[in-house]
Nanobody, 126 residues
Framework: QVQLIETGGGSVQTGGSLTLSCVVS????????MGWFRQGPGKEREFVAA????????YYEDSVKGRFTVSRDNAKNTLFLQMSSLKPEDTAVYYC???????????????????WGQGTQVTVSS
């Protein structure tokens, strides 16, 4: 059984930074495209960033480009999301996701994922 466990959420002020981690167990992490989604208060879940199996190509939602960086350590089965210059509108529950049907991020960009973490709360105050 695949498990995705996110950590690293918290509360920061505008302009602050946080790094989220997602540890994956149960399957061959290094073969999958991985990504991050978020769901803000009263909003639908939205795509944030995704990464190919080898970590060499990433795709970002426009509002986070230049502020967020997605990376992975396949040796440790871990996905990261480094977030900087945080804004109140980044406040959300952040979810780690995996697309086990593909090594490339294209499906994740369209919201296609078959494994999800439980989410970690990020709160940015002004």
């Amino acid at each position: 059984q695949v498990q995705l466990i996110e950590t690293g959420g918290g509360s920061v002020q505008t302009g602050g930074s946080l790094t989220l981690s997602c540890v994956v167990s149960g399957r061959t992490f290094s073969l999958y495209a991985m990504g991050w989604f978020r769901q803000g208060p009263g909003k639908e879940r939205e795509f944030v960033a995704a990464l190919n199996w080898d970590g060499n190509n990433a795709y970002y939602e426009d509002s986070v480009k230049g502020r967020f960086t997605v990376s992975r350590d396949n040796a440790k089965n871990t996905l990261f999301l480094q977030m900087s210059s945080l804004k109140p509108e980044d406040t959300a529950v952040y979810y780690c996701a995996a697309d086990s049907s593909s090594a490339y991020f294209y499906g994740l960009v369209r919201g296609k994922a078959d494994y999800w973490g439980q989410g970690t709360q990020v709160t940015v105050s002004s």
